[in-house]
Structure formats: C-alpha cells, structure tokens
C-alpha cells in the first residue's frame, strides 16, 4: 500500500508559538488532505489541498501541496490551547481512495 | 442534520464471534468509506461505496464483508473476529466521488476489542 511518513509524531509547545508538520509520500498525489482529530471523535477536514504548489489558508492555519506532488505541509500560527489534538495528512491519487498518515500528536501549554 | 451515526459506539467480542457495524448519514451524499484506526496509527481504508450499488475493497479488507443497503447506510460485517481486528472503527461520508469536494465528514466510530 501507499506509505505516508508523516513528522513529527508528537510536538510540546508553549502556547503563541508557530507549529510546522509535514508529510511525504512514496507516490505522487492529486489530492492532500489535513484534518484534526479530538480525542474520542472522528476526524475533521481542516484544508484541502488540489493543485500541485498551491498554498492555502484557513485562519492561523496554511497548508501547501508540495511541487513534487510527494509532500504537504501544514503551518499554525500562534498556536493556542484549542490547537491540542491529533494532526493527520490524507492523499489520494484517485479521488476515491485516501492514505492517511500515522499523525502528528500536537500539545501546547498555556 | 445527525451527519454520520454509527452504533454501536463500544463492542466487546469473543475470537470467532461475528457482527455487524451500522453507519448511516442523512447528507444525502454518494460516497460513503469504512476506515480502521489503530493506536499511533493514521486511519486505514477498509472497503468503499463510491455511489449506492458499488463497492470496492481499500487497503486492508480481508476478513471484512461490506453492504451498500441503500444510500443512507452502508455496513461493516466481520464474519469471524479475530484479535487483530481490535480497533476503532470509523465510518465517513462525501457528496460525491471523484475529482471536486473532497471532505469527508466523520462518524465518532465503534470501538470494538476482540478477545
């Protein structure tokens, strides 16, 4: 299967700090996806990602899809205590099928 | 609108037992998706139902059986459960397959252990 290596598994953050994770792939995407997952809930879509260099914005929160169509990454600014929770990147080459990375633990102190 | 429900939220099952997962979503969407989730791991495609009557197999499907009963629901069956299938279970919906809006709008999933 697809592999996505997703990084890093876990941060520790002091509340107002930025916050970067990225993900790459063995094969090229056409879609990539972040989402954020609170504990004991499903996922939320929080950017998606369509065109190869595309950057976007949703309010503290940018992601880009990489110029290789391998990679994404996904910045917060100014991160604060509602950011905590699980940071998954998703892919998909086909528009059906979607890889998720294993996700990127977030924690801020306040 | 309850979006994507799931029941049952927690199941404990003995090897060998069967049983069936419920998911069901009142977006009216076409594509509906069976994920597991595995502690430190990302969410895993189980089977998918690109649109009412089809389903197709994602990355790890053995030992799972899917129905598409209509365009509201679509099932998860494991006919004999085995230990390894101990996961949380997530069911997801989208309006429509292929290129376009590509959220996936999230149930709060089944925990199930397998003894």
């Known amino acids: 299967g697809q592999q996505l290596n997703q990084s890093p598994q876990s941060m520790f953050i002091q509340e107002g700090e930025d916050v970067s994770m990225n993900c790459t792939s063995s094969?090229?995407?056409?879609?990539w996806l972040w989402y954020k997952q609170d504990p004991g809930e499903g996922p939320v879509l929080l950017i998606a990602l369509y065109k190869a260099g595309e950057l976007t914005s949703n309010g503290r929160l940018t992601a880009q899809f990489g110029i290789t169509r391998k990679d994404s990454f996904l910045n917060i600014s100014a991160s604060i205590p509602s950011d905590v929770g699980i940071y998954f990147c998703?892919?998909?080459?086909?528009?059906?099928?979607?890889?998720f990375g294993s996700g990127t633990k977030l924690n801020v102190k306040p | 609108n309850a979006g994507v429900t799931q029941t049952p939220k927690f199941q404990v099952l003995k090897t060998g037992q069967s049983m069936t997962l419920q998911c069901a979503q009142d977006m009216n969407h076409n594509s509906m998706y069976w994920y597991r989730q595995d502690p430190g791991m990302g969410l895993r495609l189980i089977y998918y139902?690109?649109?009412?009557?089809?389903?197709d197999k994602g990355e790890v499907p053995n030992g799972y059986n899917v129905s598409r009963l209509n365009k509201r629901e679509f099932s998860l069956r494991l006919e004999s459960a085995a230990p390894s299938q101990t996961s949380v279970y997530f069911c997801?919906?989208?309006?429509?397959?292929?290129?376009?809006?590509?959220?996936?709008?999230f149930g709060p999933g089944t925990r199930l252990t397998v003894l």
């Open positions: 997801a919906s989208r309006d429509s397959p292929g290129q376009g809006d590509n959220e996936q709008f």
């Open positions: 094969s090229i995407f056409n879609t």
């Open positions: 998703a892919g998909s080459y086909n528009f059906n099928k979607f890889y």
């Open positions: 139902s690109a649109s009412e009557g089809t389903t």
